[in-house]
């Protein structure tokens, strides 16, 4: 594998990672999302609730018109809340959510009817103190609205306790999200620095290895062995360089080879020239003697016939003759 694509390859399980990393807490946060707005909605009708028997306890204390109006204030508010939150995509809503609200509607729906009979129950009751009747029927009544203001606080008590469950769920549910967000990033991160640091020790290796065994090859080539060849066998960058540095040493031997073989050749015909001069310089020597002997005889006896005339003849020659003559026994002289 090339040094490059190593790079590439830790660069994209980098990317890949950190992609991963972004999906799960996208994700995370969506669910965490999903169960703090079930939990903000579950406190929200918990206090709606509370706030309704609180009104319902006074309004049954004074019966007034202003808590009248209060507690039908505060029933619309809640059926408004109630409305929105199942008017939300299901995707969007948790399922636990969905189910408390399936238990709530009911519950809720119920307390509307028995607070519509309680005062139905007290404008009967009014009428009757009105008209004086017996107070059995007065009493009875009474008792009446006991019943249905314990049917209401029953009702609401169901609906504080399946919102307070459902409140504690979803912050079950979060600190779980949380939990196994942050154990899948200390995964990831894990991942990643093995992976990591495997991809830097191949790297690594695959480039200094290599790296190491060429710097050798060099001293040995450089020592004068042409005949070594680097064993590098890497697909790499590296391994490129090495099969171009054997192709180098290969030119070179061959370049060697070739001086040599000149160098070679020119020894041979410096010998063969050497051999040459040297038979020519004794055929020389052997021709100057040959000549030389030849010629001493004849030059003797010119320089004897010189010598007789100029001894026995001298008064006969004239000047210039004398000067002849003296020049041929020199030059007689010389080559004798």
């Keep these: 594998m090339k040094v490059k694509t190593s790079l590439f390859l830790m660069s994209a399980v980098f990317v890949i990672l950190l992609g991963a990393l972004g999906f799960v807490t996208f994700r995370a946060s969506q669910v965490i999302s999903r169960a703090v707005r079930g939990g903000n909605t579950a406190s929200e009708i918990m206090r709606d609730i509370l706030e309704l028997n609180v009104v319902t306890y006074e309004y049954l204390a004074h019966h007034e018109e202003r808590m009248r109006q209060q507690w039908l204030l505060k029933y619309d508010s809640l059926a408004r809340l109630l409305e929105s939150k199942r008017k939300e995509r299901k995707e969007d809503t948790d399922p636990e959510y969905l189910a408390m609200l399936k238990l709530v509607t009911p519950d809720y729906e119920s307390l509307g009817d028995l607070f519509s009979q309680l005062q139905a129950n007290f404008a ?15 009493n009875l009544s009474l008792a009446l609205e006991k019943r249905l203001t314990a049917q209401a606080l ?44 495997y991809i830097s020790f191949r790297t690594t290796t695959a480039i200094t290895e290599p790296l190491d065994e060429l710097v050798k090859s060099a001293e040995i080539i450089g020592k004068g062995n042409l005949k070594h060849r680097v064993d590098i066998k890497s697909k790499s960058e590296i391994g490129e360089l090495a099969a171009a540095f054997n192709q180098m040493t290969e030119r070179r031997q061959r370049v ?19 051999s040459e001069l040297q038979s020519a310089n004794k055929e020389l020597e052997a021709f100057s003697y040959s000549v030389s002997h030849d010629l001493r005889t004849p030059l003797r006896a010119i320089d004897g016939f010189s010598q007789i005339l100029l001894e026995d003849h001298r008064e006969k020659l004239d000047k210039e003759g004398r000067r002849v003559l003296d020049i041929i026994r020199d030059n007689t002289g010389r080559m004798g």
């Excluded at 009751?125 to 107070?135: A, D, S």
């Design 124 to 138: 009967e009751r009014k009428g009757l103190i009105e008209e004086n009747r017996p107070e059995a029927e007065i």
């Design 256 to 274: 060697e080879k070739a001086l040599q073989t000149a160098r070679d050749e020119l020894e041979i015909r410096v010998e063969e020239r050497t």
């Design 154 to 197: 029953m009702r609401s008590q169901r609906i504080t306790s399946e919102t307070s469950g459902l409140s504690a769920i979803m912050q079950q549910r979060i600190a779980q999200v949380q939990q196994r967000t942050n154990l899948t990033v200390l995964l990831s991160i894990i991942g990643f620095v093995i992976l990591s640091l």
